[in-house]
């Protein structure tokens, strides 16, 4: 089904290509420069540390809805075993995961997503392969950190959680600044809290699926405009669903990620550090949100800390 002209239109304005060379294979990433890691070095202030990750579990998320996005399996491969044969000496206890690379808290590398022959900065879609991503793999993070902002889109419209199926637009990424008091900067990490996490802690996976309140095609462009070198949600999708129309299904990612070159997350868990940033009116905190190096991948499971 052919993309709508008001997408293809919205691509355009928020193209990246080339901005930082024809050979770049990270985007937004470089926004994160020294002077913007030393920026969010001067936010810690308490010293107090917030995971923002899911445990990695058989019990995660995923309910089948991706062909082969397995939640965590783990098994132990030796318990307390003797290593060395002596029955008194030295013992050991050895385990292994498999699991999809985006089934919980997780990162999407620019090699996620394409359409239409279209990849980030223009590389052939052909680079991504059984063998995995010879191009814009998330091996090319080598860090992650920085100014972490956390923009509490719920609690700027009075609420503890979004209605399932909200848009979240440039209008209510803007109230949540406001709410933050904060200047959203070049090289920020953004963080956008719907609530809609609340329905997985509880046990309701379904309903932390569909619907949920997502973000919507104009986020996009606030984005870009804003040169936001990275962005995470607490919802499965990310974007909002059902999408905003049907002829352009999940949109967002491909704006983002095709388009931009913007590193994008989902599943981080928001809720202790959002309860904190409104008992403190602090909303800006250090973020070490560092991917795995899998070589070739098209995400990473991620623990990100936010330190304030």
Known sequence: MPLPQAFHDLAAEVNNWGRWGDKDQLGTLNLITDEVVRRGAACIRTGKRFSLSMLLSADGPQIGAVAGRINPVHLMTQVVYPDLGDPLGFHSSDDVISMGLQAATHWDALAHVSYAGRMWNGYDVNVVTPRGAAKCGIDKVKT????????????????????????????????????????????????????????????DKVAYTHPAAGLSMESSRWFRTHDVAAVATDTMIFEVWPPESTD???????????????????????????????????????????????LGGCGSPVNPVAVK
Do not use: K
Not at 253 to 280: K, M, P, R, S
């Open 144 to 203: 992650l950190v920085g100014r972490g902002v956390l923009l509490d889109v719920a609690r700027a419209h009075g609420v503890d959680r979004l209605e399932g199926g909200h848009p979240v637009t440039s209008a209510d990424l803007d109230a949540a600044v406001a709410l933050a008091g904060v200047t959203v900067e070049p090289g920020d990490i953004v963080l956008v809290r719907t609530g809609q996490v609340q329905h997985f802690l509880a046990g």
């Open 248 to 294: 352009a299904m999940l949109p967002v990612h491909l704006l983002n990620i095709v388009e931009i070159g913007l590193t994008q997350g989902q599943n981080w868990v928001l809720e202790e550090l959002a309860a904190d940033c409104a008992a403190d009116g602090v909303y800006t905190f250090f973020l070490d949100a560092s991917p795995l190096p899998v």
